[in-house]
């Protein structure tokens, strides 16, 4: 059973980048062809997706964050991690790491982390 993890901080302070690792247990990040995802919520409201990262370490982006969003991998951890630079109270919300696969024929993405809330404040 495929099972994904948030590490996050809890608080970061604003101009600061956030760093938010997603550990993959009960499945291999470089299983052609999985793409592995960060989306957001901010608290009450709905989803944004902000990028991804191929089985073979390719990243794809949300436009609106592209400039600020960094995701990368290492394959010996099962881990992939989401940088989002020059944070503001903005980028408050609850992250989530979550996977797209062909076990769905990428209509969906199956299966999520928990996710974990960022918050940033001085």
């Known amino acids: 059973q495929v099972q994904l993890q948030e590490s996050g901080p809890g608080l970061v302070k604003p101009s600061q980048t956030l760093s938010l690792p997603c550990t993959v247990s009960?499945?291999?990040?470089?299983?052609?062809?999985?793409?592995w995802n960060w989306i957001r919520r901010p608290p009450g409201k709905g989803l944004q997706w902000v990028g991804a990262?191929?089985?073979?370490?390719?990243?794809d982006y949300n436009p609106s964050l592209k400039s600020r969003t960094s995701i990368s991998r290492d394959t010996s951890k099962n881990q992939f991690t989401l940088q989002l630079s020059s944070v503001t109270p903005e980028d408050t919300d609850v992250y989530f790491c979550?996977?797209?696969?062909?076990?769905?024929?990428?209509?969906?993405?199956?299966?999520w982390g928990q996710g974990t809330l960022v918050t940033v404040s001085s």
């Open positions: 979550a996977r797209n696969s062909q076990v769905a024929g990428y209509r969906y993405l199956e299966v």
């Open positions: 009960g499945g291999s990040i470089t299983t052609s062809f999985d793409y």
């Open positions: 990262i191929s089985y073979s370490g390719s990243t």
